[in-house]
């Protein structure tokens, strides 16, 4: 499978503790996003990186929230303290290079918080 | 601000028939704006996009239009089929201040297609 993939698919994790989630990009794609999304909504934008470059993160990102993408390619999203209300569907996508903007998306992390 | 609507929220049609959800987007928008179909548990997909060079594009039985001076852009989808059934999202590009650009995504159409 070459589109973007995603692990775990699926978390289930108690109020307080840490999780970390992993996202593989299509590998030629050097815009990688993290959305995060809730029943019945659309993806809501997280953060952004261009190669390793953190370049854009949206103000739903608390202190809570830290991502990286060290060697450009794939990216980890972490949660510390996990609240309730970050039970979602953690999305990633990736994108080829400026000016074409078609995001391919993973099939997502979803998180249940206790 | 970055807003873009979508209407309706549910819609409900018989195998055969045509489908159109319709989006609206705010002023600061740029030039493009993608649908995606989302079926239940499953990844967002690209179906079709468009971009402000043009008025209309079409792939097979879907097609998208763009009406920039009313700021609003449809799907239409013909001969539907109960495998069409998912939600629909449309999205559009905004441009921040450092330059860098963000979709913004609708709230979704679920999309009910009876045999």
């Known amino acids: 499978d070459t589109g973007v993939s995603q692990d775990p698919r699926h978390k289930i994790t108690k109020r307080g503790q840490n999780v970390t989630f992993r996202c593989d990009p299509i590998?030629?794609?050097?815009?990688l996003y993290w959305y995060r999304q809730t029943l019945g909504q659309g993806p809501e934008f997280l953060t952004y990186?261009?190669?390793?470059?953190?370049?854009?993160k949206s103000r739903l990102l608390s202190d809570r929230f830290s991502a990286e993408r060290p060697k450009g390619s794939f990216s980890t999203l972490e949660i510390q303290r996990t609240e309730q209300g970050d039970s979602a569907m953690y999305l990633c996508?990736?994108?080829?290079?400026?000016?074409?903007?078609?995001?391919?998306f993973g099939p997502g992390t979803r998180l249940t918080v206790t | 601000g970055e807003n873009v609507e979508q209407h309706p929220s549910t819609l409900s049609v018989q195998e055969g028939d045509s489908a159109v959800i319709k989006c609206t987007y705010s002023?600061?928008?740029?030039?493009?704006f993608p649908w995606y179909k989302q079926e239940l548990g499953k990844r967002p997909q690209l179906i079709i996009d468009?971009?402000?060079?043009?008025g209309e594009k079409k792939d097979q039985r879907i097609a998208v239009t763009l009406n920039k001076t009313a700021k609003h852009f449809s799907l239409h989808i013909t001969e539907t089929q109960p495998e069409d059934s998912a939600v629909y999202f449309c999205?559009?590009?905004?441009?921040?201040?450092?330059?860098?650009?963000?979709?913004?995504f609708g709230t979704g159409t679920r999309l009910l297609v009876s045999p």
């Open positions: 002023d600061s928008a740029s030039n493009y």
């Open positions: 468009i971009r402000s060079n043009v």
């Open positions: 996508a990736s994108s080829l290079t400026q000016g074409l903007h078609e995001q391919y």
């Open positions: 990186f261009q190669n390793e470059a953190q370049l854009e």
């Open positions: 999205a559009a590009l905004f441009s921040g201040n450092t330059g860098f650009q963000k979709l913004v």
């Open positions: 590998s030629e794609h050097n815009r």
